[in-house]
């Protein structure tokens, strides 16, 4: 029957189960499906076989049973060069296909007598076509050994020999197509994975894109109306808020130029002490920790944009008069005493920050009420 590359069909592995109950059944679709498979060229020559044994059914007995053999045998050499086609059908369409091709095949029994294992080769290769691979291995291997021992009894080897032939050739071209498919499948994984990561990357920068920005631009903005206060009654002090102004501006751009490149480092301690001169600056009492407990680098990542995003909400929001800053080994929280969240207001940095905390395996608890706005995360055993 010759050999072929594994590539034949590799329109099997990229054709999905939905193209597969989408397409019609129809001669048409199948010649075409035929086609697409690559394996119509490949089927075509070993069918040529199938004259031998109408040639030795008219020598032995040139009547009915001839005529039997002269007209099935053709119809399952069609179905066998189009099984390739058939491959790109949903399971059903191909477990007919093959139920088909055996039945020819057992019809042909009357009239071919032994002579009928010579087609084992061709039976093989439906099994590896048609079946799924978890079936078509053991039942080719029952199939094959059947015919082996049937060969012996009825004293014709060379069936023997192609039985043995068919289910190498059967089972190597099989096993390639198999590897195929798992290799085009774990392809499509990868592209899936890479579209889900570029999704989350760009979730990861907008989210702290959100979180940078808005602290800066927070503080900028109280800064600039304070020195604009200052201006004309101390000149000096609006000097000073002009120079805080430019310093955070510098660390703003630094801190999305960070960002952009995946090299953002927020840290809790930094952040406490950037929280102490914003909450200074717009007359809110701020009571932070003097020391810190060890923390690991990614907790005090994370602490830190829980206090960045504590102390954004405080001054934006809170009208608050004091503010505290709690950090424990494993949690930290940002009080205020203000009038809460208002009702409306835009919670998407807070859901920004419950995602990241929750991709930390923590949880993020927002207590909101008129006397005043308490953000904790808690980390391990005690979220």
Known sequence: ?????????????????????????????????????????????????????????????????ALVVTLVLPLYALLFAYATGIGLYPQRVRLAWFAVCTALLLLLIPALGANVLFMVMFQAMTHVLLLPWRWAVPS?????????????????????????????????????????????????????????????????????????????????????????????????????????????????????????????????????????????????????????????????ELFGYVIREGVTNIVRHSRATRAEITVDPDSVSVEDDGVGIPQGADRSGLRGLEARVALAGGQLEVDSSETGTRLTARMGASA
């Not at 086609?35 to 031998?52: Q, R, T, W, Y």
């Open 1 to 65: 029957m010759g050999t072929t590359d594994t590539t034949t069909w590799g329109a099997w592995a990229r054709g999905s189960e939905e193209e597969a109950d989408a397409r019609p059944l129809t001669p048409r679709a199948i010649h075409r499906a035929a086609v697409e498979s690559g394996g119509l060229a490949f089927a075509i020559p070993p069918v040529l076989f199938i004259l031998i044994p109408i040639t030795i059914a008219w020598i032995q007995d040139p009547g009915p049973a």
């Open 140 to 300: 080719m291997l029952l199939m094959s050994l059947t015919v082996v021992v049937l060969a012996f009894v009825f004293a014709v080897p060379i069936a023997a020999g192609l039985a043995v032939m068919g289910t190498v050739m059967a089972w190597g071209i099989g096993y390639g197509v198999r590897q195929q498919v798992l290799q085009e499948q774990l392809e499509a994984a990868q592209h899936r994975n890479a579209v889900l990561a570029v999704a989350a990357e760009r979730e990861r920068i907008g989210r702290d894109l959100h979180d940078l920005l808005g602290h800066s631009l927070t503080s900028l903005t109280i800064s600039a109306q304070l020195a604009r206060r200052l201006l004309d009654s101390d000149p000096e002090a609006a000097r000073e808020q002009l120079v805080h102004i430019e310093q955070t501006v510098r660390q703003a751009l630094s801190d999305v130029r960070a960002t952009a490149s995946g090299m953002q480092h927020v840290r809790a301690a930094t952040e406490i002490a950037s929280a102490r001169t914003v909450l200074t600056t717009v007359g809110i009492q701020a009571e932070v920790p003097t020391a810190l407990p060890p923390l690991h680098d990614d907790l005090a």
